[in-house]
């Protein structure tokens, strides 16, 4: 499986920014897809973010769009997640995701059910 390190977090005031990192330990094939996934205390994990390297148009929860970005490096083999205007309720560990998901339409849909490598994860602790 590939290796995902994760990197970025910390704390922030309300309204401040983060961008985290996620370095895969290989290559990633056109057919992958990486994205964030994040975990509260006390509450499952939830998706936030993710992106196909066919150059599909990524795909966001509601709860964070218009304040995240993700993108991704193809030379550096690295997703990362830009995080704007952050809020307390942002609080949580992020992992990020590698997904074999394959081309065409329902990507996304792949990445969220089937399985594959995760990262150790950062915490990311938005103050009030």
């Known amino acids: 499986q590939v290796q995902l390190v994760e990197s970025g977090g910390g704390l922030v005031q309300a309204g401040g920014s983060l961008r985290l990192s996620c370095a895969a330990s290989?290559?990633?094939?056109?057919?992958?897809?990486m994205g964030w996934f994040r975990q509260a205390p006390g509450k499952e994990r939830e998706f936030v973010a993710a992106i196909s390297w066919t150059g599909a148009m990524p795909y966001y929860a509601d709860s964070v769009k218009g304040r995240f970005t993700i993108s991704r490096d193809n030379g550096k083999n690295t997703v990362y997640l830009q995080m704007n205007s952050l809020k307390p309720e942002d609080t949580a560990l992020y992992y990020c995701?590698?997904?074999?998901?394959?081309?065409?339409?329902?990507?996304?849909?792949?990445?969220?059910?089937?399985?594959?490598?995760w990262g150790q994860g950062t915490q990311v602790t938005v103050s009030s």
């Open positions: 290989e290559h990633i094939l056109s057919s992958d897809a």
């Open positions: 995701a590698h997904r074999t998901a394959g081309y065409g339409g329902g990507w996304y849909r792949r990445f969220l059910s089937i399985t594959g490598s």
